[in-house]
């Protein structure tokens, strides 16, 4: 059972464009949600967070929406550039203080195109 | 510093040998944690530790033994290992302040391959 679903596993995006990958989710309970990039043979990394209590949080040019009602979240890119070319990760934490776990979707690949 | 270390970077070993893989990092995170991941999936959370106690065992085979010596360095010792076993195992660690608020840093894996 996904709690975490990522349904495009795939996308591709001119350079200088706006990329956006989305991320649905199905326990109301979640209340803070990450987005990581990895890159072939290296380890995620953190890009961005949203508490549940935010509906938008930005940095640089990366900006993550929340829509608690739809249980949906999108990271959006812009301008998204090549380097942005990596599998995007979106992932929710429960509720529990302490538990310190998050559940991890299944993956976007991203390809920016030149 | 403010980066997870991870070695070695790739490992293969024999269903009936010995290993361990090491993580550390030195930026003051107090919680560690051991992930999996296949090729073509997320990763998924093996152990979690919280100021050097196991806080969390996902159901994991005991033919993987968690150990965290010291705040810096968390070890995950393999024994007699299945070739399905193969995968990227990450490490990650995060600050610990009581809210679940907080980001998770990732090492760079090992690649592992169980023969």
């Known amino acids: 059972d996904q709690q975490v679903k990522q349904n495009s596993p795939s996308l591709s995006v001119q350079e200088g464009r706006i990329s956006i990958l989305n991320c649905d989710y199905t326990?109301?309970?979640?209340?803070?949600f990450l987005w990581y990039k990895k890159y072939p043979a290296e380890g995620p990394t953190f890009l961005i967070s949203?508490?549940?209590?935010?509906d938008k949080n930005e940095d640089g040019r990366f900006t993550v929406f929340l829509n608690k009602s739809a249980k949906h979240l999108s990271l959006h890119i812009v301008p998204s550039q090549p380097g942005d070319s990596a599998v995007y990760f979106c992932?929710?934490?429960?509720?529990?203080?302490?538990?310190?776990?998050?559940?991890f979707g299944t993956g976007t690949r991203l390809k920016v195109l030149a | 510093d403010t980066e997870v270390t991870q070695t070695p970077k790739h490992l293969v070993m024999g269903m009936t040998n010995k290993k361990s893989l090491k993580c550390e990092q030195h930026?003051?995170?107090?919680?560690m944690y051991w992930y999996k991941q296949k090729a073509k999936k997320p990763p998924e959370l093996m152990f979690v530790?919280?100021?050097?106690?196991?806080?969390i065992n996902e159901s994991v085979p005991s033919r993987f033994s968690p150990e965290c010596p010291n705040s810096s360095l968390l070890n995950l010792h393999l024994h007699a290992l299945q070739p399905e076993d193969s995968a990227l195992y990450l490490c990650?660690?995060?600050?610990?302040?009581?809210?679940?608020?907080?980001?998770?840093?990732f090492g760079p894996g090992t690649r592992l391959t169980v023969l």
């Open positions: 990650a660690s995060s600050l610990t302040s009581g809210s679940s608020y907080n980001e998770q840093f």
């Open positions: 326990n109301s309970m979640f209340d803070y």
């Open positions: 949203i508490s549940s209590i935010k």
């Open positions: 992932a929710a934490s429960p509720p529990t203080s302490g538990t310190y776990k998050y559940i």
């Open positions: 930026m003051g995170h107090r919680a």
């Open positions: 530790y919280s100021y050097e106690k196991l806080s």
